[in-house]
């Protein structure tokens, strides 16, 4: 592991936070994952990965890109990485953390992108999802995501459901088959 860089990335989310109130970020659905837990997570993953697959990592939700770290410190077969962050006030500070380490990072939202083509897909999802609640989503962009899910699911949503139940869904769109997909959810 890159102390250096991990050390950088936690700063760096202090930094960030403190510059946004508690009330924004609840509104916002950004709550970011502690260091230690994302080395779990993805310690956990990696278990279900065989040892001679190569990786190709997607974080739908980077903010700082605390999975992505702990995924270096693992050091398994990387291949491919790639995360989307729709906040600049992370994303462009993300960007400029990771530029050297093959990172795709894209700033834009995740559920409006397109898919890769199959053989780009991803087999190992790690992601904290935005925990906007289904009062704080409007009714234009309710009514878009339960659009998409049918179409790709076959499964319909209420209008109820938190941005993180659309996150998951739509990502099965980016899935590799046999991919392994770790989501944090609140419930």
Same mark, same amino acid.
């Given at each position: ?91 462009? $500070?993300?960007?400029?953390?990771? *530029?050297?380490? &093959? %990172? ?5 939202? #995740?559920?409006?992108? /397109? ?34 899910? $049918?179409?790709?699911?076959?499964? *319909?949503?209420? &209008? %109820? ?5 659309? #996150?998951?869904?739509? /990502? ?16």
């Amino acid at each position: 592991m890159n102390v250096t860089v991990e050390q950088t990335r936690v700063s760096l989310q202090k930094t960030l936070d403190e510059g946004r109130s508690a009330q924004v970020r609840n509104r916002l659905g950004q709550f970011a994952t502690p260091g230690q837990l994302a080395r779990d997570v993805v310690r956990c993953g990696l278990k279900f990965v065989g040892p001679d697959v190569s990786i190709r990592f997607l974080d739908p939700a980077f903010g700082t890109g605390s999975f992505y770290s702990a995924l270096l410190e693992a050091e398994p077969s990387l291949s491919a990485a790639a995360g989307f962050e729709i906040d600049s006030h992370y994303g462009v $500070p993300a960007l400029e953390l990771w *530029r050297k380490s &093959g %990172l795709q990072l894209t700033l834009s939202d #995740f559920t409006k992108a /397109a898919p890769p083509a199959p053989k780009e897909a991803f087999n190992f999802i790690i992601c904290n999802p935005p925990y906007v609640r289904h009062h704080h989503i409007s009714k234009e962009e309710k009514e878009r995501l339960q659009r998409l899910i $049918p179409e790709f699911t076959g499964a *319909r949503i209420r &209008g %109820l459901a938190g941005l993180y139940c659309y #996150f998951m869904l739509l /990502a099965h769109r980016w899935m590799a088959p046999d991919a392994i997909a770790r989501w944090f959810v609140p419930s």
